[in-house]
């Protein structure tokens, strides 16, 4: 079983910054991709950030030049650094993995606020 642990959410001021951590334990089989979803009140669950074993990377249009995602395959953990957070960051955010089976795991989820 895949245990995922987020940390580093929190209430920030607009213009401020965040970096979330997200930890994978347990029986972990080959990893392929990790990144960060975000779900607001009221709306669908969003691509954040994606990052491949590999190194390659995608953004959503809306974080592009101020979230950045990074990967410490070692430790499988993987952090999102967020610089001049807006109000419209305000969600959950929500770390996921997924095998080369296909299998996705999911974190519990960490609470993002940004005040304007």
């Known amino acids: 079983q895949v245990q995922l642990v987020e940390s580093g959410g929190g209430l920030v001021q607009a213009g401020g910054s965040l970096r979330l951590s997200c930890a994978a334990s347990g029986r972990i089989p080959s990893i392929t991709v990790m990144g960060w979803f975000r779900q607001a009140p009221g709306k669908q669950r969003e691509k954040v950030a994606l990052?491949?074993?590999?190194?390659?990377?995608s953004y959503a249009d809306s974080v592009k030049g101020r979230f950045a995602i990074s990967r410490d395959n070692a430790k499988n953990t993987v952090y999102l650094q967020m610089n001049s957070l807006m109000p419209e960051d305000t969600a959950v955010y929500y770390c996921?993995?997924?095998?080369?089976?296909?299998?996705?795991?999911w974190g519990q989820g960490t609470q993002v606020t940004v005040s304007s």
């Open positions: 996921q993995l997924t095998t080369a089976r296909l299998d996705s795991y």
């Open positions: 990052m491949q074993t590999g190194g390659s990377t």
